[in-house]
């Protein structure tokens, strides 16, 4: 079974650095690119960008380029999402999903990001 | 880039209804288009793909149509574990991949 297990819920105020994480297992993980999506409270999907299994390509939506980082460390099957420098307006469930062509075809269970003063 | 267009944003059905959500597309994108559900507290949840195609395990109640610019979800006889929201998503070279404004299913 197709399985992505993401890292639990995280609180942190602004200024500071995160890194959430995404592991997969059920499948081949070099295989398929990872994508991540937020959803901010009451909203609906947005596509944030996505890595390719071997961590050498990543594409951003423009929306979110230059605030977000990808990676991946394929030797434990894990995608990873960091923010440098994390605003209130961060605060959002983070989804990462398998790629499979042009969709997703299996999601994390979501990883909800708080940031407060 | 290419505009979705997905309608209504809500709408309110009892058990056993016919409930249909479309998605219209700016240009031509054939059969670029797929179909999530997500319940609440939840992920989403690929129902359908390429426009018609129904994932490995997703109930036959649930159907896609069309290609070109105008889609169709259908779902035949609605449950109580179908009241979540529903998103479109289509893939294009920028912003690559896009998703509806996503349609509520309410208990009427």
């Known amino acids: 079974e197709v399985q992505l297990v993401q890292s639990g819920a995280e609180v942190k105020k602004p200024g500071e650095s995160l890194r959430i994480s995404c592991q997969s297992s059920?499948?081949?993980?070099?295989?398929?690119?990872i994508g991540w999506v937020r959803q901010m409270p009451g909203n609906g999907l947005e596509w944030m960008g996505r890595?390719?299994?071997?961590?050498?390509?990543?594409n951003y939506n423009p929306s979110f380029q230059g605030h977000v980082t990808f990676s991946v460390d394929k030797s434990i099957s894990t995608a990873y999402l960091h923010w440098g420098s994390l605003k209130a307006s961060d605060t959002a469930i983070y989804y990462c999903?398998?790629?499979?062509?042009?969709?997703?075809?299996?999601w994390g269970q979501g990883t909800l990001v708080t940031v407060s003063s | 880039d290419i505009q979705m267009t997905q309608s209504p944003s809500s709408l309110s059905a009892s058990l056993g209804d016919r409930v249909t959500i479309t998605c219209q597309a700016s240009?031509?994108?054939?059969?670029?288009l797929h179909w999530y559900q997500q319940r609440p507290g939840k992920a989403p949840k690929l129902l359908i793909y390429?426009?018609?195609i129904l994932q490995t395990g997703v109930p036959v109640r649930f159907s896609g149509s069309g290609s070109g610019t105008d889609f169709t979800f259908t779902i035949s006889s609605l449950q109580p574990e179908d009241f979540a929201t529903y998103y479109c998503?289509?893939?294009?070279?920028?912003?690559?991949?896009?998703f509806g404004q996503g349609t509520k299913v309410e208990i009427k």
């Open positions: 999903a398998r790629i499979k062509g042009v969709h997703f075809d299996s």
């Open positions: 059920g499948y081949k993980f070099p295989d398929y690119q």
């Open positions: 890595i390719n299994p071997s961590g050498s390509y990543t």
């Open positions: 240009h031509d994108i054939s059969i670029n």
């Open positions: 390429d426009a018609s």
């Open positions: 998503q289509h893939y294009d070279n920028f912003p690559m991949y896009s």
